[in-house]
């Protein structure tokens, strides 16, 4: 009898998929009919809503939810690790010490009924709250040293130690972090609430702050059992910018069993085990993980950093290397690799195509194989070092083995491409990388395709953006180079566009894993 429901299952699953791209191809029609109904009729009255709404349901078409492809425990996985950010989305990172260990479990116990999981992600977003530690704040809470000593060696040493490695020198240097960075304190615990409007938010946010308050000492806060070192707010309307005005959060990898579609580049889905602990990862193994399995399954490992934004700078330098406004948006472009649309400079590499920025669809649905020369796209565009989508000479398995779920952030206002004068006030990003090895994966990002142009045969030229820059007219270090016609261009002193405040490595634990070490 088994053997003959099989095919009745594989028959089912096929109809299901099947039924599931027919709605696809018809939402997607209908989307695409109303806004060009809207730019025929030239409505000006309320278009810029009705835009919005047809986004936000062309990103919810874009991330169509495929049950019967499942194979995670989804309900045990955070749901940071596979759900999309929303937008507009609304937020607090609050970031504790905990000088009791007894009362850090009980505080976990407190709130874990309300941490959220990624099985029913694809509905309607509540506020999510999701929770994540560091290896001081595991060894806080009273996690047995035989667990302890499982956690890979990185993790347990610290971003600050890894400074290194990661190029985390002269003005990012750890020893100029603000607190409670590294050694400037002592972050155990981080939790992040996030949601797509501003009550839910709220309401959230409250609910945290009351299960907190009886564990906080409000004058004396070293002597309370809970400290809280951040409650800091961030967030960004439907456009999804960044402070430096570009749209953000476009390209993530797939996770292969997670059963969420949202990935338009026609690239194999990754395997689950490059991104949650316990399943198979590209080479077909299951990677040790930390122990008992309980701890370490459906777990994941995030890297933190947290980058002030000089923006005014950027356009300042974006200006006086060009002839006029258009000329410095199109630097700017060619730096970031995209438009401010979302658009990438590779499919449109001399104007912003704000439709096909705003077209889910379409925006990331590309490769580097047509633009060989880097006259799209630079060699040394941020987009295309963090993901060179074959390019020449790259091998495909490196790529997919350095892929990283980004879910960063942003803070402050967004900065109109025309001011160069810093008004002072605190705007920037919280990047958010998540990987079952964030850690080894973090550190090759930043020392073989941010902080080296040898990859990119660029010598030693580094990322516009997250590089270490000095602004030396004579360094190659300094330099961007964009390929052109009759000659590349060389654009020299290139200035610390994103200055690194702090960061940590976090270990995101599945829910059994909270409930574990809330009971030890």
């Known amino acids: 009898m088994g053997n003959n429901k099989k095919p009745v299952v594989n028959g089912l699953k096929e109809d299901a998929n099947h039924l599931i791209e027919k709605i696809e191809d018809k939402i997607k029609n209908s989307i695409n009919n109303l806004s060009n109904e809207l730019d025929n009729h030239k409505v000006s009255y309320k278009k810029d809503a009705l835009s919005n709404q047809l986004s936000h349901l062309q990103r919810k078409v874009d991330s169509i939810f495929h049950p019967n492809l499942v194979t995670m425990e989804l309900e045990e996985i955070q749901s940071i690790i596979l759900r999309r950010r929303p937008a507009p989305y609304y937020g607090t990172l609050v ?49 047995p040293q035989d667990s302890l000593d499982s956690f890979p060696d990185n993790f347990k040493a610290g971003m600050e130690s890894a400074a290194k490695k990661l190029g985390d020198v002269g003005i990012n240097d750890p020893k100029n972090w ?29 609910q945290l702050r009351q299960d907190i308050s009886p564990y906080v000492n409000e004058i004396h806060p070293e002597e309370g059992d809970i400290e809280i070192l951040i409650d800091h707010q961030f967030g960004s309307d439907d456009s999804a910018k960044n402070v430096f005005g570009f749209r953000d959060g476009i390209s993530n990898p797939e996770v292969a069993g997670s059963g969420i579609s949202n990935n338009p580049e026609d690239e194999k889905p990754i395997a ?22 309980v701890l370490g399954k459906n777990g994941s490992f995030m890297v933190l950093r947290k980058y002030q934004c000089n923006v005014a700078d950027f356009n300042r330098y974006c200006i006086d290397h060009t002839e006029n406004q258009q000329e410095a948006d199109k630097l700017a472009a060619k730096m970031f690799g995209r ?10 590499p001399d104007y912003d195509d704000e439709t096909l920025g705003a077209d889910d669809s379409r925006n990331n649905k590309f490769d580097y194989t047509g633009d060989v020369t ?5 060699f040394g565009a941020h987009a295309r070092r963090m ?10 398995s490196d790529i997919r083995l350095h892929r990283i779920i980004r879910r960063s952030v942003s803070f402050g206002d967004i900065v109109a491409p025309d001011i160069t004068v810093d008004d002072g006030k605190e705007r920037g990003l919280y990047f958010i990388g998540i990987n079952a090895q964030a850690m080894n994966t973090l550190e090759f990002l930043q020392s073989q395709w941010i902080n080296d142009g040898n990859f990119m045969n660029l010598g030693e030229e580094r ?31 290139i200035l610390q566009f994103n200055t690194l405040q702090g960061g940590e490595y976090l270990f995101i634990p599945s829910i059994s894993a909270l409930k574990w070490i809330s009971e030890l």
């Not at 993901?387 to 495909?396: A, G, H, Q, V």
């Not at 270090?477 to 654009?491: A, G, M, Q, V």
């Open 374 to 378: 880097g006259k799209g796209c630079p």
């Open 463 to 493: 990322d516009p953006l997250l590089g270490v820059h000095n602004g030396d007219n004579e360094a190659e270090s300094d330099t961007f180079t964009e390929p052109s016609d009759p000659i590349r261009k060389r654009h020299k002193g």
């Open 95 to 143: 970031a504790l010490k905990v000088n009791n260990a007894n009362t850090g479990r009980q505080l976990l116990r407190s709130v874990l009924g309300g941490v959220s999981h990624s099985l029913t992600w694809h509905n309607d977003m509540d506020a999510s709250l999701n929770i994540v530690m560091t290896f001081e704040g595991l060894k806080a809470l009273g996690v």
């Open 387 to 396: 993901n060179p989508r074959n390019s020449k000479d790259f091998i495909l």
């Open 272 to 293: 689950s085990g490059e991104f949650v602990m316990g399943y198979k990862s590209e080479d077909g193994t299951v990677r040790p993980m930390p122990q008992p399995e």
């Open 178 to 206: 603000h607190a409670p960075f590294g050694k400037k304190g002592e972050i155990h615990i981080c939790a992040a609430i996030i949601a797509d409007n501003e009550d839910k938010w709220q309401t959230k946010i409250q």
């Open 339 to 348: 438009w401010r649309s979302g658009a990438p400079v590779t499919l449109s």
